[in-house]
């Protein structure tokens, strides 16, 4: 079946230093890939998305790139702060018509000052 | 302001009572999702509902899990006889096309 695999967690940087946290997909059919974050106490929120291969989704400095060759939906930034720990979650559209969204487990993120 | 909420937003209750977890998703969305979230674990899909077709039950864990909506409006999960294995953050999420926007969730502890 669909699933979504991201790279285990916890990752902890400096604040400024870069990031990536890998994610990768099963290529049924033509996905949507998302990226959820959820900050310390607070729910789920979109991040970014794309809806077709070679799409690049990006906000408040995170980039992720569709790539269907390598079935990958990494997830970088080039200089992290404070403010960005928290987890965060790789997601992909089911294959079928309900729109059920599969999710990968997330990955923890730390940076320290 | 005009997102998904949850209520109780906290639950303690007794292993072997009924619970129920009530979600009023944004108004206008269509379709109405709940997951659980284990701590540490990702989210585990549980049960969708898309207008007035029938709801998608496919990841409900067990017949004490029961999920009703009322048309395009408040849905309510109900767990019956808990047991402390159904511990954890129950999250419902609204969508119209695309993004699904989540509620803050509810803390349920099963003692």
């Known amino acids: 079946g669909d699933s979504v695999t991201q790279m285990e967690g916890p990752v902890t940087l400096s604040e400024e230093a870069f990031l990536t946290i890998n994610c990768t997909y099963t290529a049924t059919g033509y996905p949507s890939l998302f990226w959820y974050v959820q900050y310390p106490g607070e729910g789920l929120q979109l991040l970014l998305k794309?809806?077709?291969a070679d799409d690049k989704g990006s906000n408040k400095g995170f980039e992720a790139t569709y790539r269907k060759e390598t079935t990958s939906f990494h997830l970088e930034k080039g200089s992290v702060q404070v403010s960005d720990s928290a987890v965060y979650f790789c997601a992909r559209t089911n294959a079928g018509n309900n729109r059920k969204l599969i999710w990968g487990l997330g990955t923890s993120l730390a940076v320290n000052p | 302001g005009a997102g998904v909420s949850q209520s109780p937003s906290n639950k303690v209750t007794e292993k072997g009572k009924d619970v129920e977890l009530r979600c009023d998703p944004i108004?206008?969305?269509?379709?109405l999702y709940w997951y659980r979230q284990r701590l540490g674990q990702g989210l585990e899909f549980l049960i969708y509902f898309q207008g007035n077709s029938a709801p998608d039950k496919s990841g409900l864990p067990s017949d004490r899990f029961s999920a009703e909506r009322t048309g395009e409006s408040v849905s309510t999960l109900t767990i019956q006889r808990t047991q402390q294995e159904d511990s954890a953050v129950y999250l419902c999420?609204?969508?119209?096309?695309?993004?699904?926007?989540f509620g803050p969730g509810t803390r349920l502890t099963v003692l």
């Open positions: 794309a809806t077709k």
């Open positions: 108004s206008g969305h269509t379709a």
């Open positions: 999420a609204s969508s119209l096309v695309g993004e699904q926007f």
